[in-house]
């Protein structure tokens, strides 16, 4: 049984560094930790020079291709019918990518075939993550 998704896509960097136009994305969800879904960015496209990964609610993700959605570190809205805008805020400065509206919502719904939205709970390994919190309690 299939329990991790991953997807590259193609985005548009809008504000960065270093001067990098399209770059591969790789998009990944995995049910072990099925609230979240992670963004995968290339060192070429890192002040860096390594790669840089960005892990985020898929809650946010799939509300904010319908709407402009989050406050924090991670935004995500509609740019127009057909693409959406990811921003990126740390100390370093902001990353703002224009990405595919189809090809997220593929994604999206890759995962929601994996872990149903708003089930996430069922599928979470309360034991195990119990486990891991009081390891090192000892």
């Keep these: ?21 399209t770059v591969p994305v790789t998009l990944c969800y995995d049910r ?12 070429l496209a890192t002040l860096e020079g390594v790669e840089v990964s960005w892990t985020f609610a898929r809650e946010l993700l799939a509300a904010g291709v319908r709407q402009p959605s989050g406050s924090g570190d991670v935004r995500v809205r509609p740019y127009d019918g057909d693409r959406t805008t990811i921003e990126f805020h740390a100390a370093e400065g902001v990353a703002i990518v224009l990405m595919v509206t189809a090809e997220l919502q593929r994604f999206l719904d890759r995962a929601a075939a994996l872990v149903p939205l ?3 709970h069922h599928y979470l390994d309360m034991d195990h993550g119990l486990a891991e919190l009081m390891r090192g309690s000892r």
């Excluded at 049984?1 to 991953?6: C, H, K, Y």
């Excluded at 809008?14 to 136009?21: D, G, N, R």
């Excluded at 072990?32 to 060192?43: E, K, L, N, T, Y």
């Design 1 to 21: 049984m299939i329990t991790v998704i991953e997807q590259a896509v193609q985005a548009r960097l809008i504000a960065t560094a270093p001067k990098v136009e």
């Design 32 to 43: 072990a930790d099925p609230f979240a879904v992670r963004m995968a960015f290339p060192a």
């Design 118 to 120: 708003g089930l996430e």
